[in-house]
């Protein structure tokens, strides 16, 4: 047994919502921890001056809906 092939998700990909990684799609809903594809899509709204940043939104979609 192997888990070589586990791949940790950076936590600059979690959800800024739940601190956890996406497990659903935005669209369809599909789980997406389970070998399926999707992308993560985030939007930062940076305050000059300041290294704080706030995140405007983020999602996962799996894709198949694409
Ligand atoms: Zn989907």
């Known amino acids: 047994m192997s888990t070589s092939n586990f791949q940790e998700i950076p936590k600059v990909f979690y959800s ?10 935005l669209v369809c809903n599909c789980y997406l921890l389970d070998d399926e594809t999707y992308v993560i899509e985030k939007a930062y709204k940076k305050h000059p001056g300041y290294t704080a940043q706030d995140v405007i939104f983020d999602y996962a979609i799996c894709l198949l809906v694409h």
């Open 16 to 25: 800024y919502q739940t601190q956890k990684a996406f497990c659903n799609c």
